[in-house]
């Protein structure tokens, strides 16, 4: 699984904190330790952008769109192993293709036997087996995905991690690029977490520009999810967490 053009980020949760880059192989071998900020980042394709029109996001133009007032599809509370507890935390159009990303948290599983079954269920969810957790790690932990759903293309996983739920600690950012046929590999979409007290995230691209986007609760999840996209022609460049 190659780290081609994928920024890994890390924030503390503070007011006004830039989200810093800090290296992808690090943070992944952080995570198979079981420590704080855990999150690995999936592996990222440089492919081709078509047509030439730009983004539409609707990070916050979900139905009802506030920020307690999530607008997402949001699975039952009660525990179960076999499907996980999803959430749409944004999507929008980009060159007439729609998108959008979900949040899949799993619960633990008691035993093996539950262990085997939940696998299975990740599988026909669609994540990739190279993502998949250790079945040995896997009872007593949580496990969480935000994937890419982008056209008629396949899930593809961006951030994941398998732990316990105390391990989880707001702070980690993925850049990729949108399109899973993007050329220029250009890393347009950027997914990260946030402390649950963080009241906006501001976005800044390499053209200069900026965008406010609102972090939103996920099911199952200490920690909240926000989500940008630069606008065609440019790249991510920073984020700045606003308590």
């Given at each position: 699984?190659?780290?081609?053009?994928?920024?890994?980020l890390?924030?503390?949760?503070?007011?006004?904190v830039?989200?810093?880059?800090?290296?992808?192989?690090?943070?992944?071998?952080?995570g198979?330790?079981?420590?704080?900020?855990?999150?690995a980042?999936?592996?990222?394709?440089?492919?081709?952008?078509?047509?030439?029109?730009?983004?539409?996001?609707?990070?916050t133009?979900?139905?009802?769109?506030?920020?307690?007032d999530?607008?997402?599809?949001?699975?039952?509370?009660?525990?179960?192993?076999?499907?996980?507890?999803?959430?749409?935390?944004?999507?929008?159009?980009?060159?007439?293709?729609?998108?959008?990303?979900?949040?899949?948290?799993?619960?633990p599983?008691?035993?093996?036997a539950?262990?085997?079954?939940?696998?299975?269920?990740?599988?026909?969810?669609?994540?990739?087996?190279?993502?998949l957790?250790?079945?040995?790690?896997?009872?007593?932990?949580?496990?969480?995905?935000?994937?890419?759903?982008?056209?008629?293309?396949?899930?593809?996983?961006i951030?994941?991690?398998?732990?316990?739920?105390?391990?989880?600690?707001?702070?980690?950012?993925?850049?990729?690029?949108?399109?899973?046929?993007?050329?220029?590999?250009?890393?347009?979409?950027v997914?990260?977490?946030?402390?649950?007290?963080?009241?906006?995230?501001?976005?800044?691209w390499?053209?200069?520009?900026?965008?406010?986007?609102?972090?939103?609760?996920?099911?199952?999840?200490?920690?909240?999810?926000?989500?940008?996209?630069?606008?065609?022609?440019?790249s991510?460049?920073?984020?700045?967490?606003?308590?």
């Amino acid at each position: 699984m190659t780290q081609t053009d994928i920024a890994l980020l890390l924030a503390d949760a503070a007011d006004e904190v830039e989200i810093g880059i800090a290296p992808v192989q690090a943070v992944m071998r952080a995570g198979r330790r079981r420590r704080a900020r855990r999150w690995a980042v999936a592996a990222a394709t440089a492919v081709v952008l078509a047509g030439s029109t730009g983004a539409t996001l609707a990070v916050t133009g979900l139905p009802g769109g506030g920020r307690h007032d999530k607008g997402a599809t949001v699975a039952t509370q009660v525990r179960h192993a076999d499907w996980p507890h999803l959430t749409e935390v944004a999507r929008g159009t980009d060159h007439g293709a729609g998108w959008r990303v979900e949040v899949s948290v799993w619960d633990p599983p008691r035993d093996k036997a539950e262990a085997d079954r939940q696998l299975e269920a990740m599988r026909r969810y669609g994540i990739d087996a190279r993502v998949l957790p250790e079945r040995s790690h896997l009872v007593g932990m949580t496990s969480h995905y935000a994937s890419l759903y982008y056209g008629d293309e396949p899930l593809r996983p961006i951030m994941f991690d398998t732990g316990e739920r105390r391990d989880y600690v707001a702070g980690s950012a993925a850049v990729i690029p949108l399109a899973g046929k993007n050329v220029d590999g250009a890393l347009r979409l950027v997914v990260g977490t946030v402390d649950k007290t963080a009241r906006q995230v501001r976005l800044t691209w390499k053209n200069g520009d900026s965008t406010v986007v609102l972090p939103h609760a996920a099911a199952g999840s200490p920690v909240d999810y926000f989500v940008g996209v630069a606008p065609a022609g440019t790249s991510y460049l920073a984020s700045k967490v606003i308590m």
